[in-house]
């Protein structure tokens, strides 16, 4: 029902195409998408690399990127179950990171470095 646009990252340039049009959509409608960075839910809980597409994105587009720290997500649905568990989920919003002056890929992976790094800072004080 949403603006929701699907990376595929098995074909490089149907992913590409993607974000191009997540790029084009953010500008023309004003939209900040929720982007989930390590691109699939752990089985531990624990935060995993990262995939450079979002961070690729909010560089072209200059948008800043605030980081979001979600524990306890994986006590209560843990992935590849269908029963939800009674429990607690911890949502951290941090300091918005600016994404402006991106402008190699040494800088998009040191951003995404920056901001997985105050994920996990703030999971771990939760």
């Not at 409608?29 to 960075?37: D, E, H, I, Q, Y």
Request: proline share 6%.
């Amino acid at each position: 029902m949403g603006p929701y646009i699907m990376i595929d990252r098995t074909n490089v340039e149907d992913a590409l195409k993607s974000i191009e049009e997540a790029k084009r959509r953010m500008i023309e409608k004003k939209l900040s998408p929720l982007v989930f960075a390590e691109g699939t839910r752990s089985k531990t809980g624990e935060v995993q690399p990262f995939k450079r597409g979002a961070f690729y994105l909010a560089s072209r587009v200059g948008f800043p990127i605030v980081p979001v720290s979600v524990s306890g997500a994986s006590k209560i649905l843990p992935k590849g179950k269908f029963k939800i568990k009674r429990g607690t989920i911890f949502v951290h919003f941090d300091t918005p990171v600016s994404a402006e002056n991106i402008t190699n890929r040494k800088d998009e992976i040191e951003l995404m470095e920056e901001v997985r790094n105050i994920i996990i800072k703030n999971m771990n004080d939760s």
